[in-house]
Nanobody, 124 residues
Framework: QLQLVESGGELVQPGGSLRLSCAAS????????IGWFRQAPGKERGWVSC????????YYADSMKGRFTISKDRAKNTVYLQMNSLKPKGTGVYSC?????????????????WGQGTQVTVSS
């Protein structure tokens, strides 16, 4: 089973930046597409971004386009989510998830393996 561990979440001021990490073990991410999801307080978990198994194809939710960048470091078996110009509504628990497929998508039910999540708080 693919094991995923997120890190990098913390308190950041509006307009600030954070880089989240999703470190994988058990299997190589070369065979997995990875998605990032966010659960804001009191709301359902929502899709943020995903990256293909090759790392060459990326997708973003409309509200994140131009501000977030997802990337994959194959040598480190880690996926990153660079988040810039953060807004207070970006607060939530960010989780990464894996699917043994070439491409991911926005439906969390399609993902098989999940990390525990990392808390991001955007507040002044």
């Amino acid at each position: 089973q693919l094991q995923l561990v997120e890190s990098g979440g913390e308190l950041v001021q509006p307009g600030g930046s954070l880089r989240l990490s999703c470190a994988a073990s058990g299997f190589t991410l070369d065979d997995y597409a990875i998605g990032w999801f966010r659960q804001a307080p009191g709301k359902e978990r929502g899709w943020v971004s995903c990256i293909s198994s090759s790392g060459g194809i990326t997708y973003y939710a409309d509200s994140m386009k131009g501000r977030f960048t997802i990337s994959k470091d194959r040598a480190k078996n880690t996926v990153y989510l660079q988040m810039n110009s953060l807004k207070p509504k970006g607060t939530g628990v960010y989780s990464c998830a894996g699917i043994e497929a070439e491409y991911g998508d926005l439906l969390e039910k399609h993902y098989d393996d999940w990390g525990q999540g990392t808390q991001v708080t955007v507040s002044s």
